[in-house]
């Protein structure tokens, strides 16, 4: 989803103006779907993704090669989207779909586990001129399911064999289906945790529980309570556990808009061992609510990311002269009408009325950081 009015900075003491969009990361778990194991479900997907648009969405649980042309030609048909390879392999897959209009694909490779590929995707992101100007690598995992003691073991083992073979590159994101039960499980701190072979960060943090009322918000599976026949299959149980998760490398993670990571459907209320749409959704139409209940056993979830660096104007014109920054400090112009800054989570952090004078922000903490001109509703994305 390009946004027509955003500069992007790097605040460096040669600073210059740049062009950014913000891209919608999503993660979903289709439920084994094939063509044999359709029930339905197409409609139902496009209903879901229409209203969330995502650029990129990291689909597991592909379990035959239609998904890839049936999703691009019957359920993504807002855009030119494509789909990576289907590939022979243990068990179910990993695809990933992307939007042409942003991105190029690179590459694709496959990391080996015990029991299902990890799917590494490499994407070129393509300015507004169809040019390259930065990469973004997806994983896609579906870590070992069930809650004993080897199953821990076998997902730490998996993650171990992903952060072997991880790139380099610093724009990475991993999404997909974790089936981890609590934020300590070993294979979640070998990514999130202090002792990490490279680090990397849950917009939500790590201070959640499965089970409780207080972050209920937070839950993608189960979406239904007892099993309904002609809806793929899944399990049941009700919202409780949350096992789908999009990480971002510590690298990348000032660029994620946490604000915008959303377990879509899930609108907070207590649901354990109720479906999705029980009681009526407060956050989504009870059509779409419905089409979550049947379309899979988990919520997709989604985020919005910023990628993009050339230089660039805005609507035709020269980038707007009532901010400049050295690397320290943003400093808006005399005269500049009320200006909001806001952290990448979304918090507003500063807000400078309306003066005659020179107004300073000083002592920002690194970081990303969006400037709200409330006149003029110009945005510009900061990154020091």
Known sequence: MRLTLILGLTLTLNLSAQSTDTVRICSYNLLKFAQSNEDGRIPMFARILD?????????????????????????????PYAATPYYEGNDTKIMVLYNQEMFRLVGTNRIPTELRDIFETTLE???????????????GVHLKASSSSSDEQQRTR????????????????IGGDYNVYR?????????????????????????????????ASYYTQCTRATMISGCGGGVDGGIDDRFDFILA????SPRVLTSTYTAFGNDGAVRFNKSINDP?????SADIAAALLCASDHLPIYV?????DV????DGTDAPSWWTCDGHTITIAPGTADVSVYSSQGRRVAFLPTSNTTQRVDDLPTGMYILQQHQLNAKAVIVR
């Open 311 to 314: 230089p660039a104007s805005v």
């Open 304 to 308: 919005d990311v910023v990628l993009g």
């Open 280 to 284: 009526p959704n407060q956050k989504v």
């Open 249 to 252: 490398s510590a690298e990348f």
């Open 51 to 79: 209203t969330i648009r995502p650029d990129v969405m990291i689909c597991a649980e592909v379990a035959d090669a239609t998904v890839g042309p049936r999703f691009v030609s019957e359920v993504m048909k807002w855009g």
């Open 158 to 173: 998996e993650v171990a064999a992903l952060t072997a073979r991880m790139t380099s590159r610093r724009h990475v994101v």
């Open 183 to 215: 934020p300590d499980e070993p294979a979640l701190q070998a990514l999130i945790g202090p002792n990490a072979k490279r680090r990397f960060v849950d917009p939500l943090g790590s201070n959640w529980r499965r089970n409780d009322v207080a972050f």
């Open 125 to 139: 992101h393509l300015d507004a001129q169809g040019r390259p100007d930065d990469t973004l690598i997806v994983y």
